[in-house]
């Protein structure tokens, strides 16, 4: 969670530079509302840096030191949050808020109906740490 969490944060901050939001995040921001289906709408060179990469890098590092099984779970989990996150509402029974520093579906309408900050998926730690979680 580590890893995906940090590794996400700075490839999506990345992606709002100008030159590469114009290049691949912008197909992503054409939703100024955030909608659960929408969760991974992007150019592929964003679905592979941005959503695929920081998703796979941990269990690739654990590799043989984690059952598959794990492995699936996590694929599982991490989806179910990107599209909580993704779906306009925050629900507060959400299992996704059981972890302190946890982003929400709030979090991230804030992201996109603003196209700044806010740029953590499963945390806001470096949001934090940055300057760049604004109040919402």
């Known amino acids: 969670m580590i890893i995906d969490d940090t590794l996400f944060y700075w490839i999506h901050r990345l992606f709002h530079i100008p030159f590469f939001y114009k290049l691949f995040h912008k197909k992503h921001h054409e939703y100024n509302n955030t909608v659960g289906i929408a969760a991974i709408y992007a150019h592929p060179i964003e679905y592979l840096f941005g959503n695929l990469l920081p998703v796979v890098l941990g269990p690739a ?76």
């Open 61 to 136: 590092i654990l590799s043989t030191q984690s059952h598959y099984a794990t492995h699936m779970i996590w694929f599982f989990w991490r989806n179910m949050e990107t599209i909580d996150g993704h779906c306009g509402y925050e629900f507060p029974w959400s299992p996704y808020r059981v972890f302190l520093m946890s982003a929400s579906s709030e979090h991230h309408n804030y992201h996109h109906s603003h196209n700044d900050g806010a740029y953590g998926s499963l945390f806001t730690f470096w949001d934090s740490v940055c300057g760049t979680d604004f109040s919402y």
